[in-house]
C-alpha cells in the first residue's frame, strides 16, 4: 500500500540465523505494528511502537525483537529462526482515530 | 499463494446474493471495530468500521452491524460480486490500548457464478 513498504517480500532462511524484516512509512505515523499470519489464525500482534525508541510486546512476542531508531523505520529481528517462526509477516501503521493501513507482507521459510 | 486460508470456516454464496459474515469477539471493552478484506498474497484491506456508540454503519454495498450486548459484529455484503471473493476478518480495540488491533480468525468468501 501507498505510504509502508516492507523488505523483503520473500525470505528463506536456515535455522539458527539471525533475521532482520524491515517496515518502513512515509506517513509520519506515531504508531508501528507488527504481526504474524498463520493458518487457521488471523493476525496476531508481535511488538508495536508508539514513538521512536518506544516499542511493546504484543501477544506471541517470543524469540522475537524489534528496534525502531527513526518515524519512518520499524525492524523486527529473530534473533535466532526457527520452524515455528514460518509464517507470513505484515506491518502496518495507524491508529483507532485515522485507522490502519497494512503492508503487502513478508513470507518467511525458516528450513 | 497465502496458506493462510487452510483452516478457515467457508460461506459459499451465489453472485448476487446477499452475503452475511459473522464475528463474535469476547472482550467487552472493545469500543472500535473493523471489517477487513484480505485477497491472497495481499495485506488487509479496510473494508467498513464502526464505533461502540453505534449500532449500524452503511458503506457502498456493505454494511455492519454490532450488537454489543451478545459482543456480535456481522458484515454484510449485497449483491455479491466474484471479486468480493477473499478471506475477511473483523478486529477490535479499545481506548487505553495504543491503538492494538485483536483479529479475529477469518472467514473465506466463496462467491460461484
Known amino acids: 500500500d501507498a505510504g509502508i513498504t516492507q523488505s523483503p517480500r520473500h525470505k528463506v532462511t536456515e535455522t539458527g540465523t539471525p533475521v532482520t524484516l524491515r517496515c518502513h512509512q512515509t506517513?509520519?505515523?506515531?504508531?508501528m505494528y507488527w504481526y504474524r499470519q498463520d493458518p487457521g489464525h488471523g493476525l496476531r500482534l508481535i511488538h508495536y511502537?508508539?514513538?521512536?525508541?518506544?516499542?511493546d510486546k504484543g501477544e506471541v512476542s517470543d524469540g522475537y525483537s524489534v528496534s525502531r531508531s527513526k518515524t519512518e523505520d520499524f525492524l523486527l529481528t529473530l534473533e535466532s529462526a526457527t520452524s515455528s517462526q514460518t509464517s507470513v509477516y505484515f506491518c502496518?501503521?495507524?491508529?483507532?482515530?485515522?485507522?490502519?493501513?497494512f503492508g503487502s507482507g513478508t513470507r518467511l521459510t525458516v528450513v | 499463494g497465502e496458506s493462510v486460508g487452510l483452516h478457515l470456516p467457508t460461506l459459499s454464496v451465489q453472485e448476487g446474493d446477499n452475503s452475511i459474515i459473522n464475528c463474535a469477539y469476547s472482550?467487552?471493552?472493545?469500543?472500535?471495530f473493523i471489517w477487513y478484506k484480505q485477497e491472497s498474497g495481499k495485506g488487509p484491506q479496510f473494508i467498513i468500521d464502526?464505533?461502540?456508540?453505534?449500532d449500524k454503519r452503511q458503506g457502498q454495498r456493505v454494511t455492519v452491524l454490532l450488537n454489543k450486548t451478545v459482543k456480535h459484529l456481522s458484515l454484510q455484503i449485497a449483491a455479491t460480486q466474484p471479486g468480493d471473493s477473499a478471506v475477511y476478518f473483523c478486529?477490535?480495540?479499545?481506548?487505553?490500548?495504543?491503538?492494538?488491533?485483536?483479529f479475529g480468525t477469518g472467514t473465506r468468501l466463496q462467491v460461484t457464478l
Open positions: 502496518a501503521i495507524g491508529d483507532r482515530g485515522n485507522g490502519y493501513t
Open positions: 506517513e509520519n505515523h506515531r504508531y
Open positions: 511502537s508508539y514513538g521512536v525508541k518506544d516499542t
Open positions: 472482550n467487552s471493552a472493545s469500543d472500535y
Open positions: 464502526i464505533r461502540s456508540n453505534m
Open positions: 478486529a477490535e480495540t479499545y481506548t487505553g490500548t495504543a491503538s492494538k488491533l485483536t
